[in-house]
């Protein structure tokens, strides 16, 4: 798959990104199109925006940020998803920042793992061996990840240990019904059209096999060749 047919992809950040007032019309932008390369993703997607909708802007930034950051269901960050506060998420991060340095790419107020500059990066690779690298070994385990964070039973558990943290739980039926499970469930419909028979070591929740790195001078080794590093690799030797 070229970059000419992931284009999809960059239009999948908006609603990862905090939302602004463009964000309905992107929405609606977007809904067309993913009629047209996706249809099977559409219903999916259709209950994220239906949701979205009938919310005011205040609203839409509320439920954003209490399901991403104040007392977060889940994480953006791709990295961290995927390798919670190991080592090999600073390596991930700092490849990501080279990778969006080479396009010029302003990755905002968010780090470079963050879900919205990845799928924005992603657009706009024309690597083939990389594009599949990132698909296979990180946007699908992350995005996974992700949306087993929903999970009525993982959502129960959370809960129950914030009550008996004595946590504050803010408007707990927005654990329930979250318009977010349905954006990162059609998003993972469409990275498993485009990229279909991916092992299921790399579609479950772990990723810790996972080193990116730079092209190197000599070798001109893609960010994501090194999927299981060796010790002296993995040592910095």
């Known amino acids: 798959m070229m970059n000419n047919n992931l284009e999809i992809y960059r239009q ?4 990862f990104r905090y939302p602004g007032l463009e964000l309905i019309e ?3 932008n977007f809904k067309a199109q993913l009629e ?13 925006v239906s949701h979205m909708l009938v919310l005011a802007p205040t609203q839409r930034e509320e439920i954003f940020l209490k399901t991403f950051e104040v007392q977060a269901i889940c994480h953006l960050e791709i990295g961290y998803v995927l390798f919670g506060e190991d080592y090999k998420r600073g390596l991930f991060l700092a490849s990501m920042k080279e990778e969006h340095r080479r396009r010029c790419h302003d990755c905002g107020l968010e780090l470079p793992d963050h879900l919205s500059n990845v799928l924005d990066l992603f657009s706009c690779l024309d690597d083939e061996d990389l594009v599949k690298d990132i698909a296979e070994l990180a946007l699908i ?6 949306l087993s964070a929903f999970d009525e039973k993982r959502i129960r558990d959370r809960i129950a240990s914030l009550k008996k943290k004595q946590e504050a739980i803010v408007q707990e039926e927005l654990n329930y019904g979250n318009p977010y499970r349905h954006a990162l469930g059609a998003l993972l419909m469409v990275l498993d059209h485009d990229f279909p028979g991916v092992p299921e070591r790399h579609r479950g929740l772990t990723g810790n096999n996972f080193i990116p790195i730079h092209d190197s001078k000599d070798g001109e080794l893609p960010m994501c060749a090194i999927a299981c590093p060796s010790v002296e690799m993995a040592q910095g030797d």
């Open 26 to 28: 992107e929405l609606s």
């Open 36 to 48: 047209l390369s996706h249809p099977g993703a559409l219903p999916e997607f259709e209950k994220y």
């Open 141 to 146: 385990p992350a995005v996974r990840s992700m």
């Open 12 to 15: 999948f950040s908006a609603p």
